[in-house]
């Protein structure tokens, strides 16, 4: 009960960082909406996180994508390995109904060990 209570806590803070790089992505802040979107996915690496349950995977994965997205555009490094893992499983699960299910080709791509 304890660690599930903590999860949901720490989902918050990651859920605020996540909406703030949105916003600042949409301002136009890249490096500044992924320097944030990298808090959110650091606050979800916590041992405390249960990653697999429903609203953690749903902010890891928006997260996880966010980073991508950036990273891609910036040329820098992404995602962790297992952030991108634990984002694939959670979108293939979601199925094509997905608001992100088009980012599923490219997460297995990486998953894969692909740069």
Not at 57 to 73: I, K, N, P, R
Not at 75 to 95: T, Y
């Amino acid at each position: 009960m304890r660690r599930r209570t903590r999860s949901i806590l720490l989902t918050m803070r990651a859920s605020s960082r996540l909406g703030r790089a949105f916003r600042l992505r949409d301002a136009g802040e890249t490096v500044e909406a992924l320097n944030t979107a990298r808090e959110a996915l650091a606050i979800l690496a916590h041992p405390d996180v249960v990653r697999r349950n429903g609203p953690e995977c749903s902010v890891l994965a928006g997260a996880t994508v966010l980073v991508e997205e950036l990273a891609s555009q910036l040329e820098e490094l992404g995602a962790g390995h297992s952030d991108i893992l634990d984002a694939l499983h959670f979108l293939q699960l979601s199925g094509p109904q997905s608001e992100l299910a088009h980012w599923i080709p490219y997460l297995e791509h990486k998953a894969n060990g692909a740069a």
